[in-house]
């Protein structure tokens, strides 16, 4: 859009219905847009707009709301304008402060979720990195009966990883301990996806045939390493801010979101095709491959840690408060990072 009349009230129009939620007259435009022109020239200039997708008409006799693209505009204007967030240390500790309970990743992106929700009045969520980009830091094996084991893998950054296993063969808890302190020894400070690959390497060298530690160390980290990659955690807060009178949602619609909240890995899956590089994303309405997340839009931000790098943000109605959805995702990724990073 060249001329910066129709930008200037374009921007306008979002901002008050985002804050209104009611059609924008262009009498109430003349003195919002501030660019000193008559009510006749304002229609006129909404009148191209509407032309070119960027505003709609709901009523003959109403004003104008902003589509989908209208809102792309507005969103690409506060990403021009984007500024480092000072609210990022403020955000940083209040993820010091309140974590409690559990693994230091699992606290700090539980309360990560719920920090963007309470800010942005909209669903929050956080995704960890997933298990094959994390560094292996430590195993230990637990004897649960003759032949099952819990495997308790600690990935750097307290990353926490349980699950238990069948090594079909009696196995006591120092035979066990010996196996996790060879594969510590070897595989410290190893991605999990280059681990589980230099354990079938060694697997397949001659010597492991002959000697009987080695050989059920390793078996047991075939086990440990595999499908640890399938699923990614995932922290959600805030589906009740889906509910409210004005968020102009569809049951259909409220339905929709539900329940791929509830199955959260359709969510992650959906997040992981969003998601190709690190910095903001934005995804607004009509930009949903999903045809029923088309009332919706999406604010998420890259963070790192040892592990790799995982997303912060929110999901809400397509007339959200971009400016504070930007604000407090971008301020809670960098505060993640930070205190991830910092763990140590």
């Known amino acids: 859009m060249d001329n910066e009349r129709a930008r200037r009230i374009l921007a306008a129009l979002v901002r008050e219905y985002i804050a209104s939620g009611e059609p924008v007259p262009s009498s109430l435009l003349v003195s919002l847009a501030g660019i000193g022109v008559s009510s006749a020239t304002v229609r006129s200039i909404l009148a191209r707009l509407e032309d070119e997708g960027f505003v709609q008409q709901p009523h003959t006799s109403a004003g104008r709301i902003p589509t989908d693209r209208g809102y792309?505009?507005?969103?690409?204007?506060?990403?021009?304008?984007?500024?480092?967030?000072?609210?990022?240390?403020?955000?940083?500790?209040?993820?010091?402060?309140?974590?409690?309970?559990?693994?230091?990743v699992d606290s700090v992106l539980s309360q990560a979720s719920h920090v963007v929700s309470q800010a942005s009045r909209h669903v929050g969520f956080a995704l960890r990195p997933t298990h094959a980009a994390a560094v292996f830091d430590r195993v230990e094996f637990v004897p649960l009966t003759s032949t099952r084991v819990l495997v308790v893998l600690v990935a750097?950054?307290?990353?926490?990883?349980?699950?238990?296993?069948?090594?079909?063969e009696p196995l006591g808890a120092v035979e066990l301990r010996h196996a996790a302190n060879y594969l510590n020894e070897e595989f410290h400070g190893l991605p999990l996806h280059r681990a589980r690959e230099a354990v079938l390497e060694r697997m397949n060298e001659e010597r492991s045939l002959y000697d009987e530690l080695l050989a059920r160390a390793l078996r047991l980290a075939t086990s440990t390493f595999s499908d640890l990659a399938e699923e990614q955690g995932l922290y959600v807060d805030g589906a009740a801010s889906l509910l409210g009178k004005d968020q102009g949602l569809t049951l259909d619609t409220l339905h929709a979101l539900l329940q791929?909240?509830?199955?959260?890995q359709r969510l992650v899956r959906l997040l992981n095709e969003y998601i190709d590089g690190p910095g903001l994303t934005v995804v607004i309405g009509a930009e949903h491959p999903d045809p029923s997340l088309r009332s919706f839009s999406l604010v998420?931000?890259?963070?790192?840690?040892?592990?790799?790098?995982?997303?912060?943000?929110?999901?809400?109605?397509?007339?959200?408060?971009?400016?504070?959805?930007?604000?407090?995702?971008?301020?809670?990724?960098?505060?993640?990072?930070?205190?991830?990073?910092?763990?140590?």
Do not use: C, W
């Open 260 to 264: 791929m909240i509830e199955e959260k």
């Open 72 to 104: 792309r505009f507005y969103v690409d204007l506060l990403l021009e304008a984007r500024r480092p967030p000072r609210a990022a240390q403020v955000v940083e500790a209040q993820l010091r402060r309140d974590g409690s309970g559990g693994s230091l």
């Open 156 to 168: 750097r950054g307290g990353h926490v990883i349980q699950k238990v296993i069948d090594v079909q």
């Open 300 to 344: 998420a931000s890259t963070y790192e840690d040892a592990a790799g790098t995982g997303t912060v943000g929110v999901i809400g109605p397509t007339r959200m408060r971009y400016s504070r959805a930007i604000t407090v995702v971008d301020a809670a990724a960098q505060a993640v990072t930070r205190v991830l990073r910092n763990q140590n």
